[in-house]
């Protein structure tokens, strides 16, 4: 599979039977796909939380414990900046206030962001079922968080 052609859907447990469907971009950030291929194959976002929902700023999730402390046992990546805009529905790495300290944590832009342009790896872009990003519940952490119940990637 072309990693132009790669999606990555986010089952999110919506009852109503929609999935979060991001293209990656590997042509942006071809170290950062390459992570979320290998945690995504490994299981590793199965059951992880949105524990960050700012409304009008974006939603986080990727931390294996949920409290925005933790990431996978992977080291941790150089970042690969791009010029692509931080706007609704793209989908950015999270990171400490070093550079290169982004791992597994990611997150979902809800609206322009252009704060962060240039300061963040964009490595995709939410193609369908953004509707369901909007409806994540709300907090830094939210009551009852929602999370990943199942991650994939497919062709097309």
Request: with cysteine; glycine share 14%.
């Amino acid at each position: 599979m072309a990693d132009e052609f790669l999606t990555l859907t986010l089952d999110t447990g919506n009852g109503e039977g929609g999935d979060v469907k991001i293209k990656l971009r590997s042509d942006l950030a071809p170290g950062h796909v390459d992570r979320i291929k290998e945690l995504t194959g490994e299981g590793f976002y199965d059951g992880v939380k949105f524990h960050r929902v700012i409304p009008g700023f974006m939603a986080q999730g990727g931390c294996p414990n949920g409290t925005g402390m933790g990431g996978s046992d992977k080291p941790d990546l150089q970042a690969e900046f791009n010029a692509e805009k931080h706007v609704r529905g793209v989908c950015s790495m999270a990171r400490t206030s070093y550079p290169h300290s982004a791992n597994s944590q990611f997150f979902i832009c809800f609206d322009d962001a252009s704060f962060l342009d240039k300061q963040y790896t964009v490595w995709g872009q939410v193609v369908e079922g953004m509707e369901l990003v909007d409806a994540l519940p709300k907090g830094e952490p939210p009551r009852e968080p929602g999370k990943i119940v199942k991650a994939t990637i497919s062709e097309g």
